[in-house]
Protein backbone atom coordinates (compact mmCIF):
# COMPACT_ATOMS: atom_id res chain seq x y z
CA UNK A 1 0.00 0.00 0.00
CA UNK A 2 1.32 3.51 -0.70
CA UNK A 3 1.58 5.69 1.62
CA UNK A 4 2.93 9.03 1.73
CA UNK A 5 3.23 11.30 5.32
CA UNK A 6 4.41 15.01 4.84
CA UNK A 7 6.20 16.90 7.90
CA UNK A 8 8.07 20.15 8.41
CA UNK A 9 5.43 22.70 7.78
CA UNK A 10 5.03 25.76 10.07
CA UNK A 11 4.58 29.47 10.34
CA UNK A 12 7.95 31.53 9.23
CA UNK A 13 9.10 35.09 8.16
CA UNK A 14 9.32 36.31 4.80
CA UNK A 15 12.91 35.55 3.62
CA UNK A 16 13.00 32.41 5.59
CA UNK A 17 13.65 29.02 5.01
CA UNK A 18 11.55 25.68 5.36
CA UNK A 19 12.13 22.15 4.92
CA UNK A 20 9.20 19.68 3.97
CA UNK A 21 9.96 16.15 4.58
CA UNK A 22 7.51 13.05 2.57
CA UNK A 23 7.52 9.95 4.54
CA UNK A 24 7.10 7.33 1.59
CA UNK A 25 6.62 3.71 1.87
CA UNK A 26 4.79 0.77 -0.37
CA UNK A 27 6.42 1.50 -3.26
CA UNK A 28 10.42 2.34 -5.26
CA UNK A 29 11.07 5.55 -6.12
CA UNK A 30 12.71 4.53 -9.31
CA UNK A 31 9.18 3.42 -10.66
CA UNK A 32 7.52 6.38 -9.65
CA UNK A 33 7.64 10.02 -10.07
CA UNK A 34 6.83 12.12 -6.75
CA UNK A 35 6.58 15.65 -6.01
CA UNK A 36 5.09 18.27 -4.17
CA UNK A 37 1.50 20.51 -4.48
CA UNK A 38 0.30 23.17 -2.59
CA UNK A 39 -3.12 24.94 -2.50
CA UNK A 40 -3.69 28.37 -0.96
CA UNK A 41 -7.22 29.54 0.42
CA UNK A 42 -9.64 30.21 -2.53
CA UNK A 43 -6.92 29.01 -5.18
CA UNK A 44 -6.53 26.05 -7.56
CA UNK A 45 -4.01 23.44 -6.48
CA UNK A 46 -0.79 23.59 -8.48
CA UNK A 47 1.98 21.93 -8.83
CA UNK A 48 5.21 23.26 -7.47
CA UNK A 49 8.00 20.68 -7.78
CA UNK A 50 8.92 17.08 -9.11
CA UNK A 51 11.21 14.39 -9.27
CA UNK A 52 12.04 11.42 -11.21
CA UNK A 53 14.68 9.26 -9.31
CA UNK A 54 15.22 7.29 -11.74
CA UNK A 55 17.03 9.77 -14.26
CA UNK A 56 17.11 12.86 -11.65
CA UNK A 57 14.96 14.67 -13.71
CA UNK A 58 13.14 17.62 -12.04
CA UNK A 59 9.85 20.18 -12.45
CA UNK A 60 10.08 23.35 -11.19
CA UNK A 61 7.15 26.23 -10.98
CA UNK A 62 7.91 29.87 -12.22
CA UNK A 63 7.45 30.75 -9.40
CA UNK A 64 9.52 28.22 -7.25
CA UNK A 65 12.52 28.36 -9.67
CA UNK A 66 15.88 29.70 -8.14
CA UNK A 67 14.26 29.34 -4.02
CA UNK A 68 12.99 25.76 -3.94
CA UNK A 69 14.99 22.75 -4.46
CA UNK A 70 13.41 18.89 -4.45
CA UNK A 71 15.49 15.95 -3.27
CA UNK A 72 15.64 12.38 -1.95
CA UNK A 73 17.67 10.91 0.25
CA UNK A 74 19.97 8.19 -0.50
CA UNK A 75 17.94 5.42 0.56
CA UNK A 76 14.96 6.83 -1.27
CA UNK A 77 12.03 6.62 1.35
CA UNK A 78 11.84 9.83 1.85
CA UNK A 79 11.91 13.51 -0.41
CA UNK A 80 12.45 16.84 0.56
CA UNK A 81 11.26 19.99 -0.23
CA UNK A 82 13.96 22.41 0.76
CA UNK A 83 12.12 26.67 0.34
CA UNK A 84 14.08 29.68 0.82
CA UNK A 85 13.50 32.93 0.20
CA UNK A 86 9.92 32.41 1.41
CA UNK A 87 7.35 35.07 0.30
CA UNK A 88 3.86 35.14 1.63
CA UNK A 89 2.43 34.07 -1.86
CA UNK A 90 4.22 30.79 -0.61
CA UNK A 91 1.49 30.74 2.57
CA UNK A 92 -0.60 27.12 1.08
CA UNK A 93 -0.93 23.59 2.64
CA UNK A 94 2.03 21.75 0.74
CA UNK A 95 0.75 17.66 -0.37
CA UNK A 96 3.45 15.15 -1.57
CA UNK A 97 2.09 12.79 -4.62
CA UNK A 98 2.98 10.34 -6.50
CA UNK A 99 2.10 8.35 -9.51
CA UNK A 100 3.87 5.74 -11.32
CA UNK A 101 2.35 6.97 -14.81
CA UNK A 102 2.91 10.00 -15.03
CA UNK A 103 6.43 11.93 -16.10
CA UNK A 104 8.01 15.06 -14.55
CA UNK A 105 6.82 17.27 -17.42
CA UNK A 106 2.97 16.15 -16.53
CA UNK A 107 3.33 16.73 -12.92
CA UNK A 108 1.64 20.41 -14.00
CA UNK A 109 -1.05 18.70 -16.38
CA UNK A 110 -1.76 15.39 -14.48
CA UNK A 111 -3.34 14.53 -10.94
CA UNK A 112 -1.59 11.78 -9.20
CA UNK A 113 -2.74 8.86 -8.02
CA UNK A 114 -1.59 8.51 -4.57
CA UNK A 115 -1.40 12.02 -1.95
CA UNK A 116 -0.87 12.56 1.50
CA UNK A 117 -3.05 14.60 4.19
CA UNK A 118 -1.14 17.63 3.32
CA UNK A 119 1.16 20.16 5.60
CA UNK A 120 0.52 23.86 6.39
CA UNK A 121 3.13 26.50 5.32
CA UNK A 122 2.04 29.75 6.49
CA UNK A 123 4.87 32.72 5.75
CA UNK A 124 4.40 36.01 7.38
CA UNK A 125 5.11 39.69 6.07
Known amino acids: EVQLVESGGGLVQAGGSLRLSCAAS????????IGWWRQAPGKEREAVSC????????YYANSVKGRFTIFSDDAKTTVYLQMNSLKPEDTAIYYCATDAYVTVGGCPYYTMDYWGIGTLVTVSS
Open 51 to 58: LDSSDGDT
Open 26 to 33: GFSFDDYV
